[in-house]
């Protein structure tokens, strides 16, 4: 009896997913958890409840924008993924590595650029930033420091990582990695 059980589990999971998938491309959402719980809510699944992963989200979205819009999706990665070279060039010296959806190809209009440093180069980072005069906010961001620094056409978030707090299951790229993938991407 417990595989239709965990049939309608599976399946309310990809229900999660593809609403909160949705929820993320169209209204700009960036934090998965608030993502999951307003598509939870919506489909009246309890809080917690077989609740997908992020990686799971990201499959939703990537399939949802490879249905919807492979075109503007193709284009606005490439984008992205440029300025995201060009920050990185800037904020070399701190050695940051590219994460989230830039990282992964998985990108709306709403995504930010996410770079990761170290978090023991923080007052250097900060000061940098001011002697640049480049315009940020601090932020705290579940207990981890960030600056979100608005650029066009995509925000920047750099947050500062301790290395037992890196996410290794999720895409980082280097500079070095972001370029390689640049100039195979490049007709």
Not at 30 to 50: F, M, N, S
Not at 102 to 116: F, N, P, Q, R, T
Not at 129 to 139: D, R, S, T
Not at 142 to 166: C, F, H, K, N, W
């Amino acid at each position: 009896m417990a595989a239709p059980r965990e049939g309608r589990v599976q399946q309310t999971r990809a229900q999660v997913a593809e609403l909160a998938a949705r929820l993320m491309a169209e209204h700009g959402l960036h934090d998965y958890a608030v993502a999951k719980r307003k598509a939870a809510r919506q489909l009246g699944v309890p809080e917690g409840h077989g609740m997908p992963s992020n990686e799971e989200i990201d499959a939703a979205l990537a399939e949802r924008q490879a249905l919807f819009q492979p075109e503007e999706q193709a284009g606005l990665l490439a984008d992205m993924r440029e300025q995201a070279r060009e920050v990185m060039r800037v904020f070399s010296r701190f050695e940051p590595a590219l994460t989230g959806g830039v990282a992964s190809g998985v990108v709306s209009e709403h995504s930010l650029i996410e770079l990761e440093i170290a978090e023991d180069a923080s007052k250097d980072f900060e000061q940098f930033l001011v002697n640049q005069g480049i315009a940020h906010k601090v932020q705290d961001r579940a207990g981890q420091m960030a600056y979100l620094i608005y650029s066009e056409p995509a925000d920047i978030l750099v947050r500062l990582v301790t290395q037992g707090t890196r996410h290794t299951h999720a895409p980082r790229l280097s500079l070095e990695r972001l370029e390689k993938l640049l100039a195979e991407s490049s007709p």
